[in-house]
């Protein structure tokens, strides 16, 4: 939980579930859903970009769904240190898309 801030990526789901964020490292976005949605914001090039789009996605009342059979592995750093800069570059991306929605 700690390292992947309950991201769903990293749970082991037996079914489609839906979900309130997709990481866009193992997502596929129906093309008229991206429009609508206005696509990715150039606001969060680095970090949060694919927690904005989410919350764009949802807005527009698209479901977001993780879908076992399609879904990578997500790997956390081995090391502490690659793991706190990590965890605080997520935060900090977190913390600014939650700002602006």
């Known amino acids: ?5 309950n991201s769903p990526q990293v749970k082991m789901y037996s079914r489609a579930q839906s979900v309130d964020h997709i990481a866009t490292a193992n997502v596929i976005y129906r093309r008229q859903a991206l429009i609508d949605a ?3 914001s150039e606001r969060f ?6 927690l904005d789009l989410s919350y ?8 977001l769904l993780m879908v076992p ?3 990578i592995e997500h790997r956390l750093p081995k090391h502490l240190r690659q793991w706190e800069k990590k965890a605080l570059s997520y935060g900090r991306g977190r ?3 939650s700002y602006h929605h």
Not at 1 to 5: E, I, P, Q, R, T
Not at 45 to 50: A, I, L, R, T, Y
Not at 56 to 63: D, I, M, P, V
């Open 95 to 97: 913390a600014r898309v």
């Open 56 to 63: 764009k996605l949802r807005e527009h009342k698209y479901q």
């Open 1 to 5: 939980f700690m390292g992947s801030l």
């Open 38 to 40: 206005g696509s990715f």
């Open 69 to 71: 059979a399609l879904s």
């Open 45 to 50: 090039q680095f970090v949060g970009e694919d």
